[in-house]
């Protein structure tokens, strides 16, 4: 016969078996994925009013600030001859060291491009220190093509907010010459292209800012169209942006007129 203490310790190990078979027979426990935050409406923007860029939860957007405060230490530098203001057409150039590096370098130029800004989140940035401690020969400008998709912004608003982003320029550094792009083109075609047409009025009204002495306006889109007025995707694959063959025409088609103004 086994002894006593030896029974129990059985029992006790076939029991608890037992009730390991139950548990694990039983169904598992639904687990509930972390809430997310709700979606936060975000405030319209008019164009011609200063605003940062804003994240799906109402604050300025991570990437934009950061980019803004290391354009902000650049700016305090006080090097820059030029300075390239935009988007992310402007922004590209990013890409494109070595064609930015051989025509810009000589003007210790500095790019200030942001891809996805408009014309509101530029001028926000210009009056929030970028131009702070920097008085650029010249400011090669283009911006709104961003605002083409927003029905609120019309084009005497984006206009608006171009001529508050050269104006807040100049309060900084009046000195300061700027050469002013027109948006370039979008879209293959004319037909059936809001944001094309949208373009087409905003520089209409820009191209007015030209006062031949602090703001000089050049369009050069059409060196990106084709005679019918198609964008070729051998220059912007995306209809919107350009590739290296791209950037080579924007630097032919600046080439002089930025000589000029950086004397």
């Known amino acids: 016969m086994k002894p006593l203490h030896t029974l129990f310790l059985g029992a006790a190990f076939l029991g608890a078996s037992a009730f390991a078979a139950d548990e694990a027979k039983k169904p598992a426990a639904d687990v509930k994925p972390a809430a997310k935050a709700p979606a936060v409406k975000l405030p319209a923007q008019p164009a011609d009013v200063a605003a940062p860029k804003l994240g799906n939860d109402g604050q300025p957007q991570a990437g934009f600030v950061k980019s803004h405060e290391s354009f902000v230490a650049l700016a305090k530098k006080g090097e820059a001859q030029v300075v390239f203001l935009g988007d992310s057409i402007t922004a590209g150039w990013n890409g494109q060291k070595a064609l930015f590096d051989k025509e810009y370098s000589q003007y210790k130029a500095v790019n200030f491009g942001i891809g996805g800004d408009r014309v509101q989140h530029v001028l926000w940035r210009v009056e929030n220190g970028e131009f702070e401690g920097i008085k650029p ?11 083409a998709g927003v029905a609120e912004n019309s084009p005497e608003q984006i206009a608006a907010g171009i001529r508050n982003i050269i104006a807040a320029i100049h309060k900084r550094s009046a000195d300061t010459k700027i050469l002013l792009l027109a948006i370039f083109p979008r879209g293959a075609g004319e037909a059936n292209n809001p944001g ?4 087409k009025a905003v520089n209409a009204l820009i191209a007015k800012f030209d006062d031949g002495q602090k703001v000089h306006y050049l369009d050069i889109g059409p060196k990106f169209l084709t005679a019918d007025g198609t964008l070729s995707k051998e220059i912007m694959p995306d209809l ?4 290296a063959k791209g950037y080579q025409i924007e630097a032919d088609a600046i080439r002089e007129k930025l000589a000029a103004l950086a004397k």
């Open 137 to 147: 020969k010249v400011v090669v400008l283009m911006i709104g093509t961003n605002n």
């Open 196 to 199: 094309r047409t949208k373009n």
């Open 240 to 243: 919107l942006h350009l590739n």
